[in-house]
């Protein structure tokens, strides 16, 4: 089954404790994205990547890294994670080239940073 | 900037078709219309899109006006399982902003009634 997958699902942390969010896509697509989701702010997307060995920053990446070695996986990287950074976390993916905004997305990843 | 109207809530029974409206009046000629859904924190869903014909597919229609500057999603026969935040963009096919970045906005809320 075409599928994104996000792991884990649910995290609570303290601040300050490194946690990396994983995502994997298993459709071969070249355009991978992550967006964390809040009340009335909708979907701001963090990082975003073109390609391997691709990324670029989003409207929000302050406070994340992204790394992008091999075409499936996409993992979403806080260092050192504070409590303006509890939310919802949405990683999407797209054939790229001609249909970037068909994105795919995974279930989400509900973080709570103490 | 919100380049789409959308009403906040519509309600609709069960069997029903479900006409959600969308005024997207300063659309420019090479912008697409997408149409995406989010079931309750789930990831949001790509359901449809279209330049200026109407389309359709297993999950819906999507009717353009003629002058684009404002869209339909028809869901055919209404499920309870249909009931999410309906959401209109406005886009270019290939760049989404340049960084496939889908600006989701505050979508519609449709609530399918038994």
């Known amino acids: 089954e075409a599928q994104v997958t996000q792991n884990p699902r649910y995290l609570i942390t303290v601040t300050g404790k490194k946690l990396t969010v994983t995502c994997s896509q298993n459709?071969?697509?070249?355009?991978m994205s992550w967006y964390r989701q809040d009340p009335g702010l909708g979907l701001r997307q963090i990082y975003y990547?073109?390609?391997?060995?691709?990324?670029d920053k989003g409207d929000v990446p302050e406070g994340y890294k992204v790394s992008r070695k091999e075409k499936r996986n996409f993992p979403l990287i806080l260092e050192s994670p504070s409590p303006n950074q509890t939310s919802l976390y949405f990683c999407?993916?797209?054939?790229?080239?001609?249909?970037?905004?068909?994105?795919?997305f995974g279930a989400g990843t509900r973080l709570s940073v103490l | 900037d919100a380049k789409t109207t959308q009403p906040p809530s519509m309600d609709c029974a069960e069997g029903r078709a479900a006409n959600l409206p969308c005024n997207h009046s300063?659309?420019?000629?090479?912008?697409?219309v997408y149409w995406y859904r989010q079931i309750h924190s789930q990831g949001p869903q790509y359901i449809i899109h279209?330049?200026?014909n109407n389309e359709t597919n297993e999950m819906a229609s999507l009717i353009i006006t003629e002058d684009r500057k404002s869209s339909t999603l028809i869901l055919p026969h209404a499920t309870l399982r249909d009931t999410a935040v309906y959401y209109c963009?406005?886009?270019?096919?290939?760049?989404?902003?340049?960084?496939?970045?889908?600006?989701f906005g505050k979508g519609t809320k449709l609530s399918v009634k038994p």
């Open positions: 999407a993916s797209s054939p790229g080239y001609g249909a970037k905004n068909i994105q795919y």
């Open positions: 459709m071969n697509h070249e355009y």
């Open positions: 990547s073109m390609n391997v060995e691709v990324t």
């Open positions: 300063t659309i420019s000629g090479n912008e697409y």
């Open positions: 279209g330049l200026k």
């Open positions: 963009i406005v886009d270019l096919r290939n760049y989404g902003g340049s960084q496939g970045n889908l600006i």
